[in-house]
Protein backbone atom coordinates (compact mmCIF):
# COMPACT_ATOMS: atom_id res chain seq x y z
CA UNK A 1 0.00 0.00 0.00
CA UNK A 2 1.04 3.61 -0.97
CA UNK A 3 0.03 6.52 1.16
CA UNK A 4 0.59 10.23 -0.18
CA UNK A 5 -0.25 12.97 2.13
CA UNK A 6 -0.91 16.23 0.21
CA UNK A 7 0.11 19.52 2.56
CA UNK A 8 -0.88 22.89 1.19
CA UNK A 9 1.17 25.54 2.17
CA UNK A 10 0.46 27.68 5.60
CA UNK A 11 -0.57 30.56 5.28
CA UNK A 12 1.00 33.17 3.45
CA UNK A 13 2.42 36.74 3.57
CA UNK A 14 0.75 39.47 1.57
CA UNK A 15 2.71 42.19 3.10
CA UNK A 16 5.38 42.48 0.41
CA UNK A 17 3.84 43.57 -3.25
CA UNK A 18 6.90 43.54 -4.64
CA UNK A 19 7.95 40.28 -3.89
CA UNK A 20 6.78 37.84 -7.29
CA UNK A 21 4.47 35.21 -6.07
CA UNK A 22 6.76 32.35 -5.56
CA UNK A 23 9.33 34.35 -2.93
CA UNK A 24 6.01 35.29 -0.54
CA UNK A 25 7.52 33.99 2.63
CA UNK A 26 4.68 32.78 5.56
CA UNK A 27 3.12 34.86 7.66
CA UNK A 28 2.95 34.98 11.46
CA UNK A 29 -0.22 32.73 11.63
CA UNK A 30 1.44 30.44 9.03
CA UNK A 31 5.07 30.11 11.21
CA UNK A 32 2.53 28.76 14.23
CA UNK A 33 0.19 26.86 12.56
CA UNK A 34 3.13 24.21 10.50
CA UNK A 35 4.62 23.11 13.39
CA UNK A 36 0.91 22.12 14.88
CA UNK A 37 0.39 20.52 12.19
CA UNK A 38 3.30 18.45 11.66
CA UNK A 39 2.96 17.62 15.75
CA UNK A 40 -1.21 16.02 14.61
CA UNK A 41 0.29 14.25 11.41
CA UNK A 42 3.33 12.84 13.03
CA UNK A 43 0.90 10.72 15.51
CA UNK A 44 -0.62 8.74 12.19
CA UNK A 45 2.73 8.70 10.37
CA UNK A 46 5.26 5.56 10.79
CA UNK A 47 9.26 6.08 9.77
CA UNK A 48 10.45 6.02 6.94
CA UNK A 49 8.97 8.75 4.88
CA UNK A 50 10.21 10.84 2.12
CA UNK A 51 9.34 14.86 1.54
CA UNK A 52 9.13 16.92 -1.26
CA UNK A 53 8.50 19.98 -1.62
CA UNK A 54 7.48 23.28 -4.33
CA UNK A 55 10.57 25.46 -4.55
CA UNK A 56 8.23 28.68 -3.52
CA UNK A 57 8.97 29.93 -1.05
CA UNK A 58 5.85 29.34 1.34
CA UNK A 59 5.75 25.79 0.28
CA UNK A 60 9.47 24.81 0.93
CA UNK A 61 9.23 26.57 4.22
CA UNK A 62 6.30 24.99 5.38
CA UNK A 63 8.02 21.23 4.31
CA UNK A 64 10.97 22.75 6.36
CA UNK A 65 9.09 23.31 9.96
CA UNK A 66 7.43 20.07 9.12
CA UNK A 67 10.71 18.53 8.87
CA UNK A 68 12.03 20.16 11.58
CA UNK A 69 9.20 19.08 14.37
CA UNK A 70 10.27 15.22 12.49
CA UNK A 71 13.49 15.84 13.22
CA UNK A 72 14.42 14.96 9.18
CA UNK A 73 17.27 17.14 8.59
CA UNK A 74 16.32 19.95 6.00
CA UNK A 75 18.89 18.56 3.50
CA UNK A 76 16.83 15.50 3.11
CA UNK A 77 13.71 17.60 1.58
CA UNK A 78 13.84 17.16 -2.33
CA UNK A 79 12.42 20.10 -4.25
CA UNK A 80 10.60 19.46 -7.02
CA UNK A 81 9.89 22.44 -9.19
CA UNK A 82 7.22 20.53 -11.15
CA UNK A 83 5.18 21.02 -8.16
CA UNK A 84 4.76 25.08 -8.42
CA UNK A 85 1.81 25.89 -10.40
CA UNK A 86 1.03 22.32 -11.46
CA UNK A 87 -1.77 20.85 -13.01
CA UNK A 88 -3.55 17.89 -12.09
CA UNK A 89 -1.89 15.91 -15.03
CA UNK A 90 1.79 17.21 -14.32
CA UNK A 91 0.95 15.70 -10.56
CA UNK A 92 -0.48 12.89 -11.57
CA UNK A 93 3.05 12.05 -13.76
CA UNK A 94 5.36 13.25 -11.07
CA UNK A 95 3.36 10.61 -8.49
CA UNK A 96 3.59 7.68 -11.17
CA UNK A 97 7.49 8.77 -11.12
CA UNK A 98 7.92 8.40 -7.85
CA UNK A 99 10.73 6.10 -5.95
CA UNK A 100 8.63 2.69 -4.94
CA UNK A 101 10.98 2.09 -2.19
CA UNK A 102 8.95 5.12 -0.68
CA UNK A 103 5.69 3.87 0.44
CA UNK A 104 4.87 7.17 2.37
CA UNK A 105 5.51 11.10 0.52
CA UNK A 106 4.92 14.01 2.31
CA UNK A 107 4.46 16.46 -0.82
CA UNK A 108 4.06 20.21 -0.28
CA UNK A 109 2.36 22.57 -2.45
CA UNK A 110 -0.27 24.70 -3.69
CA UNK A 111 -3.73 25.09 -4.92
CA UNK A 112 -5.29 24.77 -7.45
CA UNK A 113 -3.18 21.53 -8.14
CA UNK A 114 -3.72 19.96 -4.76
CA UNK A 115 -7.40 20.36 -4.77
CA UNK A 116 -7.40 19.32 -8.40
CA UNK A 117 -5.40 16.32 -8.46
CA UNK A 118 -7.21 15.09 -5.33
CA UNK A 119 -10.25 15.05 -6.80
CA UNK A 120 -8.51 13.12 -9.98
CA UNK A 121 -7.15 10.41 -7.69
CA UNK A 122 -10.44 10.04 -5.24
CA UNK A 123 -13.56 8.51 -6.25
CA UNK A 124 -15.98 10.12 -4.09
CA UNK A 125 -16.30 13.20 -2.43
CA UNK A 126 -13.84 15.13 -0.97
CA UNK A 127 -13.82 16.37 2.87
CA UNK A 128 -12.92 19.72 1.46
CA UNK A 129 -14.14 22.61 -1.26
CA UNK A 130 -10.75 23.53 -1.30
CA UNK A 131 -7.59 21.95 0.63
CA UNK A 132 -6.93 25.32 2.89
CA UNK A 133 -3.69 26.11 3.87
CA UNK A 134 -1.56 23.90 5.89
CA UNK A 135 -4.12 21.62 5.07
CA UNK A 136 -3.06 18.01 5.68
CA UNK A 137 -4.69 15.32 2.89
CA UNK A 138 -3.54 11.52 3.62
CA UNK A 139 -4.63 9.31 0.58
CA UNK A 140 -4.17 5.71 0.37
CA UNK A 141 -3.58 3.09 -2.46
CA UNK A 142 -3.31 0.19 -2.55
CA UNK A 143 -0.76 -0.46 -5.45
CA UNK A 144 2.22 -1.75 -4.57
CA UNK A 145 3.93 0.95 -7.44
CA UNK A 146 3.21 4.08 -7.24
CA UNK A 147 3.11 4.13 -11.39
CA UNK A 148 0.25 1.94 -10.95
CA UNK A 149 -1.72 4.98 -9.49
CA UNK A 150 -4.77 6.32 -11.42
CA UNK A 151 -7.26 8.90 -11.24
CA UNK A 152 -9.99 6.96 -8.63
CA UNK A 153 -7.86 4.52 -7.23
CA UNK A 154 -7.31 6.63 -4.03
CA UNK A 155 -9.42 6.84 -0.82
CA UNK A 156 -9.43 9.45 1.69
CA UNK A 157 -7.43 8.00 5.35
CA UNK A 158 -7.47 11.65 6.99
CA UNK A 159 -7.85 15.30 6.56
CA UNK A 160 -6.66 17.83 8.87
CA UNK A 161 -6.64 21.14 8.98
CA UNK A 162 -5.37 24.86 11.37
CA UNK A 163 -8.99 26.03 12.31
CA UNK A 164 -9.71 22.22 13.45
CA UNK A 165 -7.15 23.81 16.32
CA UNK A 166 -8.99 25.42 19.13
CA UNK A 167 -7.96 29.13 20.04
Known amino acids: MKRLILIRHAKSSWDYPMLADFDRPLNPRGRR ?3 IM ?15 ASPAMRALTTAQL ?25 LL ?19 PGFTDVARV ?8 IELPTCGVLMLGFEEDRWQD ?18 G
Open 33 to 35: DAP
Open 38 to 52: AQRLQSLLSPPFRII
Open 66 to 90: FAETFEIAEAQILIEPRIYDATPGT
Open 93 to 111: HLINTLDDRNDQVLMFGHN
Open 121 to 128: LVDGPLPF
Open 149 to 166: IVPGSGEVLDFRYPKEIP
